[in-house]
């Protein structure tokens, strides 16, 4: 069966540090690949999706930036944080094929201090 | 392009009472439809789906939903509110054809009242 990991669960961070969030994804091959952000009673903002390896959309401009360096992991970087990057980060998947259903991993809960 | 409205940010009702959740979408194309569940501090989890055939779709927990096309609706109910019920509920629909997105709702708080 397949399963999605997030870390760190949260972290808690100064201004102007550097951020990186991972997430992988165990027993599919070539999935898409989804981050996510939910603000404070603002529901989930598609930050970035991921079709295969290296190959990045962005939704939103914004100060952060999403890689794909192997098929099965998707990390989320920042070099400078902004309290404004404060929130609830998901990513997500779904196969190729298939009627859309994304399955969603635990979450990391940043605070920007 | 499409779009989901989730009426009412906060539904609040009393244990034992039913439950009903609104959500209508617009879509170009027939649309593939989700109803997810968060609970405080965790990922979205999938409690039911339409995608083709029967228009009343059972998930888990003892919620339904019903498409209804000449509604453009997919309301979610269930008929005796527990108190494990109270979390946000997430509305969506697939982003259009050949898209692999879903394009979501901006989310229904639930809350049971004991």
């Known amino acids: 069966s397949q399963t999605i990991h997030q870390w760190p669960a949260t972290l808690v961070q100064p201004v102007g540090s550097p951020l990186s969030l991972e997430c992988t994804v165990e027993?599919?091959?070539?999935?898409?690949l989804y981050w996510y952000r939910q603000a404070a009673g603002r529901g989930l903002q598609l930050l970035f999706y991921s079709v295969g390896i290296g190959q990045i959309s962005s939704e939103v401009p914004q100060n952060l930036s999403a890689s794909r360096p192997q098929d099965r992991q998707f990390i989320l970087s920042s070099k400078k944080l902004l309290l404004s990057d404060s929130g609830f980060y998901l990513c997500?998947?779904?196969?190729?094929?298939?009627?859309?259903?994304?399955?969603f991993g635990p979450g990391t809960r940043l605070t920007v201090l | 392009a499409q779009s989901v409205t989730q009426l009412g940010s906060h539904v609040s009702v009393s244990e034992g009472a039913l439950v009903l959740l609104r959500c209508n979408y617009s879509?170009?194309?027939?649309?593939?439809l989700f109803w997810y569940v968060q609970y405080p501090n965790q990922g979205l989890q999938l409690l039911l789906k339409?995608?083709?055939?029967?228009?009343l779709v059972k998930g888990i927990n003892g919620f339904e939903a019903e498409f209804k096309k000449s509604e453009t609706s997919f309301h979610l109910t269930k008929p005796s509110a527990h108190m494990s019920d109270a979390a946000e509920y997430f509305c969506a629909v697939r982003a259009g054809a050949g898209s692999y997105q879903l394009t979501f709702g901006k989310g229904t708080k639930l809350s049971v009242i004991p």
């Open positions: 879509s170009s194309v027939p649309p593939y």
């Open positions: 027993g599919t091959s070539n999935p898409n």
């Open positions: 339409y995608t083709t055939g029967a228009t």
């Open positions: 997500a998947w779904n196969p190729w094929t298939g009627d859309n259903e994304q399955f």
